[in-house]
């Protein structure tokens, strides 16, 4: 028997990757850039739901749609931000297409296991996509506001949160945009993630 522990303690589980429909097999322990395909990562993002789908409408609202308005955020109060900084806003959650989207209260319980999972899952995006893997102090802090912000929208218009809750956890401070958030379906978040992707690409 200790034989057996000892093998499996060398070789790790038997199956520690996924495969996606782009028939790509992602080593989840070691992921690798050349695993990753961002129809992939534009599927997946578009069918897990913000909020553990504790939101109003008829469709959850899915990462897909939260990571496109967090580049919208960001194209609205970050003068002339360059393509590399708004491709690294709209990817900024891409990682979830593996590891779903935890609401921050369970992380927190998960601990760092779960973070340096999460984080190496991202590294591998931004090498796969021409981004350094660790972002700079400036671009995280841009898009971590953006980011808030689009919580606190979130928060308010589908979550069920009060405008003074809200401003007092994500630490809202300016006047909040008129217009209510509508969730779309999966497909056309699919659709719209990719299309945004592509004008931030490298032509």
């Known amino acids: 028997m200790s034989k057996i522990n000892n093998k499996q303690a060398k070789t790790g589980p038997e199956q ?82 593996v590891t779903a989207d935890l609401i921050t209260p369970f992380k927190a319980v998960l601990g760092d296991a779960y973070k340096s999972f999460e984080h190496r899952i991202q590294e591998a995006v931004h090498l796969r996509f021409g981004l350094p893997a660790r972002l700079s102090t400036d671009w995280n802090s841009s898009i971590k506001r953006a980011d808030r912000d689009s919580a606190f929208i979130e928060a308010v218009e589908l979550a069920g949160f009060s405008e003074e809750e809200a401003r007092r956890i994500f630490r809202f401070r300016r006047a909040r945009r008129t217009g209510t958030l509508t969730p779309w379906p999966a497909e056309k978040a699919r659709i719209r993630f990719l299309e945004k992707f592509r004008a931030v690409s490298p032509g």
Do not use: C, Y
Not at 25 to 45: F, K, M, Q, T, Y
Not at 83 to 95: G, I, T, Y
């Open 16 to 97: 520690a990757w996924q495969r996606m429909l782009s028939g790509r097999r992602l080593d989840l322990v070691n992921p690798s850039p050349l695993d990753i395909e961002i129809e992939d990562i534009a599927l997946g993002l578009s069918r897990v739901a913000r909020w553990n789908g504790q939101t109003t409408g008829e469709h959850g609202l899915s990462v897909a749609q939260h990571s496109i308005i967090v580049l919208d955020i960001l194209d609205s109060s970050v003068d002339k931000a360059s393509r590399d900084l708004r491709r690294a806003a709209l990817l900024h959650d891409a990682s979830e297409f």
